[in-house]
């Protein structure tokens, strides 16, 4: 008797339909899951480094000068990059905090 209910097992199984064709439940439109956006504050901090750092870059790899001496260049980078990176780091922090709390 047990050989016969063993038999009869896969025959149920193949007689069921794979779940492939099954049809997915319906999806409401408030189920979608909130795109992360970074805040403007990144993209003005990314701008800002950007900006200032890359006639600093330009001078150091374009010029033939083995000593060069990128004074002005150079503090526009520092005064450019630092507050910058500063308006990256924060952008990032409300993103998050405004993420976390909608």
Known sequence: MEKAQAGSAPGKF????????????????????????VSTLVWIGLTMMVVG???LLLVL????????????????????FWPG??????GIIRSFCRDKSA
């Open 53 to 55: 750092t890359t006639p």
């Open 61 to 80: 790899w374009l010029t033939k000068d083995p000593n060069p001496n990128p004074v002005g260049p150079g503090i526009l980078s520092f005064l450019t």
């Open 14 to 37: 193949m007689d069921a339909q794979p779940s492939s064709t099954q049809t997915p439940p319906p999806i409401s439109k408030g189920s979608s899951p909130r795109k992360f956006r």
């Open 85 to 90: 990176l500063g308006l990256v780091i924060e």
